[in-house]
């Protein structure tokens, strides 16, 4: 055994095929919610292209790739807004895609919005079909797709590039590829803050697999395949790897800002983020009880954290892999303990795609038809609510 509670599956010919199906409903379920986004913002006379591109932090993203880090907004309150809180993977990518094509830096950020967003589609089917099969695969995906800010894995943002390139980190650690785990992994932590939960699930599954390992040892101190040394030195080398990503850019805004290693956590601060331990979140939901209707925002927001809750816990029943709890918890703690706006946290929690896996797994329990009603219905009402919340006062 490489991990926990997953067995080691051989690479299966024509994975594609297998996970068409999951790819295909993916495609649709997104294409529906671009539609009712470009129909919406028409009849407000707006572009649907512009809120995908060139709104919120999609201008940040874009301003990296064209002029590089430097830039920053100085508020009338004294705070700082600077593009060093903006990881750099995606404007790299953005930067390579305005090199090579005709594209612009915003369109190339669409463009990899968009292969990012399938590519997580098919890493989450990968880790759901080797954990639970592959019809609840297809349902893990479908749900993902069907989030209410599903539309936000459609905009130049970093979430669709995080999540494809966590999922499938993820699925290499299940399958006890640790060099490939950990290269992912450092690739994920230059894309967001919350790579941490990323590296945290490698060094979980692979601290546990070295544990195992040793202990599954001849008395002659003799072991088997995946106890050969050459297997270790895999493992290790993964370890090594899968903080490098965030730990060297951190350092790097450090050094740039003259802080030192703490100074990224300033940068951040400038925008209002911070971690609280939910304190303040905690202040943002009982103030909505003071008044009516807010009141019944507040008890939305209260019902949401405890289906989260509920979620975790059905997820630890049944025994998920470790890294996938290890993973999804974290990614969840970092989303409703930090300081930052409010209106982002159901975006920061989108990552966090094993929490959908128990309701994968009852949904796949359903008959067909009816399954597919459910994922029909819930996709037009993810479709509509993204056009309104677009077109609406906030950022996403």
Known sequence: MTDLETR???????????AAPALLGYAAVRALGLLALAVWSAA???????????????????????LGYGYEVRLPGGDV???????????WLERLGAAVTPLSHADAGFVVAVLASLAAAWGIFAVADHVYGRRAG?????????????????????ESLFTALAAWSLYAVLTGRWVTAGA???LAGLTRPVGLAVTAAVWAAGITAFVRNRSAASPDGARGPEGAPAGGARLVLGLLLAPLGAAGYVLWVGHRTGKGPLGYLDVQAGWGNGFDGGVAFARFVAAKFTSFPSALAGVGLVVGVALLIR?????????????????????AVLALCASSYFG????????????????????ARLRTSRSALVVGGVAVASAVYGA?????SGPP
């Open 44 to 66: 407000r006379d707006k572009s649907a292209y512009t809120f995908l591109t060139a709104r919120w932090d999609s201008l940040w993203y874009t301003r990296v790739a064209e």
């Open 311 to 331: 979620l975790y816990a059905v997820c630890v029943r049944q025994r998920q892999p470790l890294a996938l709890l290890v993973y999804s918890g974290l990614v």
């Open 388 to 392: 309104l919340w677009l077109n609406g």
């Open 184 to 186: 992912l992994a450092s």
């Open 81 to 91: 807004h600077s593009n060093l809180a903006f990881f750099p993977l995606l404007p």
């Open 8 to 18: 080691v599956t051989p690479g299966r010919p024509g994975a594609l095929r297998r």
């Open 138 to 158: 297809v349902c893990a995906v479908l749900l993902w797709a069907v989030l209410p800010v599903g539309i936000v894995q459609s905009m130049a943002y970093s």
């Open 344 to 363: 982002s946290k159901p975006r920061l929690l989108m990552p966090a795609f094993p929490l959908l896996l128990p309701l994968a797994l009852a949904l």
